[in-house]
């Protein structure tokens, strides 16, 4: 059963009207990608995204991504994110004109196509577009450094891409994006990676990863199973989140209380056998780059690393805390030893 469902809608009807609270243009201009009906040819660009999410599945990461084709769209492709209540609902919107060229029999033979499409997925399955608002610098890098990991999968070379002009990737009133030079230069260092893990995850966009989780609880963004939730939860894994980390896969799990409601919420990643001293470094040079996003504050000694976020609402005060230290954590039926990332929310009245 593939692990990664992909929703193509080809009728007229209306999909959302809800604005995007997050979106990403690979294009000449950032204009806000029109989410309504579907026209012109996905074909080629479905076939082509088919094979994207189908070369990163890995045990249990589940992404749906509705592919939208407009007409009017000036850009090449762009993701982006809409959010009712508890559902999420990931676009990617496409300009069919461009990709009406892309085979259907060969289409990952389309050095640009790919680039485009590979950039927005990785938004969509690096937890960027769970943030209200446009990628920054350090996602954006990872998002074009993934690309050139695909086109390594799919067998491009590295003269296809050199042979791209970098006007190519300028983008006026893009502010977000790097400079088209060094958007050039990460999709090649993203094909010249020694190796390239199954999932796409390296520690870079580990680190996206956390960020992304961090941002969505302190801004409330609680999973809608926790807060119908009917019973206790204790370490119970989640499918889905698992991370790569110093070459240690971690384990994810979720734990809170009814009693206490959503406000009792964390999530833990353990990496079995990772050292204290690796673990930190990462987090440390993680949140020093994520540290003007997420406006945290950040407490570092030679046994934790711990960094905090708090907002104050009247007399409630909302603390979100992300802890990485050595420790142990019972997952899936096993303890495992090594290092520890937690990130939990607590509310408490003044």
């Given at each position: 059963m593939r692990s990664l469902l992909i929703l193509f809608l080809f009728s007229a009807a209306t999909l959302y009207s809800a604005?995007?609270?997050f979106r990403c243009n690979f294009g000449p201009s950032d204009q806000a990608?029109?989410?309504?009906?579907?026209?012109?040819?996905?074909?080629?660009?479905?076939?082509?995204?088919?094979?994207?999410l189908d070369s990163v599945a890995s045990g249990g990461e589940s992404v749906n991504i509705r592919l939208i084709a407009q007409p009017n769209f000036k850009g090449l492709a762009a993701a982006a994110m809409t959010a009712s209540g508890s559902d999420i609902n990931?676009?990617?919107?496409?300009?069919?004109?461009?990709?009406?060229?892309?085979?259907?029999?060969?289409?990952?033979?389309?050095?640009?196509?790919?680039?485009?499409?590979?950039?927005?997925?990785?938004?969509?399955?690096?937890?960027?577009?769970?943030?209200n608002s446009h990628p920054f610098a350090a996602q954006e890098y990872n998002a074009d450094k993934f690309a050139g990991i695909t086109l390594k999968r799919f067998g491009a070379s590295e003269t296809e891409i050199s042979s791209l002009a970098p006007s190519l990737f300028k983008e006026d009133g893009v502010s977000y994006h790097l400079s088209p030079t060094k958007r050039l230069n990460a999709i090649i260092e993203g094909f010249r990676a020694t190796t390239v893990p199954k999932g796409g995850l390296d520690e870079s966009a580990t680190c996206?990863?956390?960020?992304?989780?961090?941002?969505?609880?302190?801004?409330?963004?609680?999973?809608?199973?926790?807060?119908?939730?009917?019973?206790?939860?204790?370490?119970?894994?989640?499918s889905g989140m698992d991370l790569n980390l110093g070459g240690k896969k971690g384990i994810a799990s979720e734990s809170y209380s009814v009693e206490d409601g959503p406000n009792s919420y964390e999530v833990s990643i353990a990496f079995d056998g990772l050292s204290n001293a690796a673990g930190n470094k990462f987090l440390k040079d993680c949140f020093e780059i994520a540290r003007s996003q997420l406006d945290v504050e950040?407490?570092?000694?030679?046994?934790?690393?711990?960094?905090?976020?708090?907002?104050?609402?009247?007399?409630?005060?909302?603390?979100?805390?992300?802890?990485?230290?050595?420790d142990k954590l019972f997952v899936a039926g096993r303890w495992y030893q090594g290092y520890i990332i937690s990130i939990s929310v607590s509310e408490f009245e003044e």
């Open positions: 604005v995007p609270q990608p029109e989410l309504g009906a579907s026209s012109g040819n996905l074909a080629g660009a479905s076939v082509l995204l088919r094979k994207i990931r676009v990617i919107v496409i300009n069919p004109t461009f990709f009406s060229h892309v085979s259907i029999s060969t289409p990952t033979k389309d050095v640009l196509a790919v680039i485009a499409l590979s950039h927005e997925v990785f938004h969509h399955i690096n937890g960027d577009s769970l943030s996206q990863k956390l960020v992304a989780q961090f941002d969505a609880i302190s801004k409330g963004k609680i999973p809608a199973r926790v807060v119908s939730g009917q019973k206790n939860l204790s370490n119970q894994h989640i950040i407490d570092i000694d030679s046994d934790r690393v711990d960094f905090t976020k708090t907002t104050k609402n009247g007399r409630k005060t909302r603390q979100v805390n992300l802890i990485g230290m050595d």
